[in-house]
């Protein structure tokens, strides 16, 4: 708010938001050169970015359904975003020589947006009554972006109130010239792709979802309870978050399995099964078999794409990077795939 900004920001109604005045200020800076103060900061900022809502619609295509979903519903945020602020970026035009559309144009915020979401950090700060209620949380802090993820290393990083200083401190040991890392959470290929736009190779934390349709991709067509089933799954928070993972099928999907292979005569059992307790063998192991075709499914899905993505990195050059960040998702999720069919099929190979 202290730079020339400032009035502009505090004068607009309605209140611009926070994320709007920091993603403001960079293209400002940005197009600045060699005037900006910043200039050395802005020049070590990627200039282009690797989210989903920086990739071709053809290579969108080629991600997994939820990250599709979910990467569909990021683009839309930020057209809504550079639409709803064009009034704002208006009112800067006496601030310029230059047309403000041509400096505050789509991809210009797309590249300020892409920076403040994949490298601020997450600071608490007060209501301002010049900014939208949205909560005042991010910062960037130039040098401590530098720092890379890995999903080893644990770290605990905050804003000291006492020192005044944004501080990270390790409880891993690192040696003397190696890379010093921090972790952005314990997040999954989808969420690291989706969030910040790249993938960690051997993630202990990624997996494969597994969406409402493909769950009952298998099951009975002629099940009369099947609509029920699905709402009670719904109703005790077990349609999402069901993934297979370096471990096999998560607890979640088999428990939702389990529930959806109810015989019609132990239906009223469902409680027993949210609560882990096991109904027959004859339950456990359709739940088992419904798993593994689930399992085989994505295997052939991931194949299919894979090559396809082989192909088209052959047709299209200009697309090599982007289509390069799928084909690294997809056979991360490849390896967890064939892990967990192995160990399905130890499983049932217990019951045979």
Wanted: net charge negative; with cysteine; aromatic share 10%.
């Amino acid at each position: 708010m202290r730079s020339y900004l400032g009035a502009y920001v505090a004068k607009w109604q309605p209140h611009p938001s926070p994320l709007l005045a920091l993603c403001t200020f960079l293209v400002a800076e940005k197009h600045a050169g060699t005037r900006s103060p910043w200039k050395p900061y802005l020049e070590i900022l990627p200039k282009a970015y690797t989210c989903p809502v920086c990739l071709e619609p053809e290579v969108v295509n080629l991600l997994p359904k939820p990250l599709k979903t979910k990467a569909r519903e990021q683009r839309t945020h930020v057209q809504e975003f550079f639409t709803s602020s064009r009034d704002f970026f208006s009112s800067l035009q006496p601030l310029f020589s230059e047309a403000v559309e041509n400096i505050f144009s789509y991809s210009a915020l797309l590249w300020a947006w892409c920076t403040v979401n994949t490298r601020a950090v997450y600071m608490k700060l007060g209501q301002r009554q010049c900014f939208s209620a949205e909560p005042d949380t991010c910062a960037l802090a130039p040098y401590l972006d530098l720092l890379n993820h890995s999903p080893d290393v644990q770290v605990k990083a905050a804003f000291n109130e006492e020192t005044r200083c944004y501080e990270i401190r390790t409880a891993s040991s690192c040696r003397q010239h190696e890379e010093v890392f921090i972790c952005y959470g314990p997040h999954d290929n989808q969420r690291l792709l989706l969030e910040y736009g790249f993938v960690s190779t051997r993630n202990p934390h990624a997996c494969v979802y597994v969406s409402e349709d493909i769950l009952v991709k298998y099951l009975p067509s002629t099940d009369k309870q099947m609509n029920k089933k699905i709402s009670i799954l719904k109703d005790h928070g077990f349609i999402e978050n069901l993934t297979f993972g370096w471990d096999g099928p998560s607890w979640r999907l088999l428990t939702a399995l389990k529930l959806l292979c109810l015989e019609a005569s132990v239906f009223t059992c469902w409680k027993k099964v949210l609560l882990g307790e096991i109904i027959s063998d004859t339950n456990e192991k359709t739940s088992l078999d419904i798993a593994q075709k689930i399992c085989h499914y994505f295997i052939e899905e991931t194949n299919a794409v894979l090559q396809k993505v082989s192909h088209m990195k052959d047709e299209d050059v200009a697309l090599v990077n982007q289509l390069t960040l799928v084909e690294t998702l997809r056979t991360e999720e490849l390896k967890i795939l064939q892990a967990s069919a192995e160990l399905l099929h130890n499983l049932q190979t217990a019951f045979t």
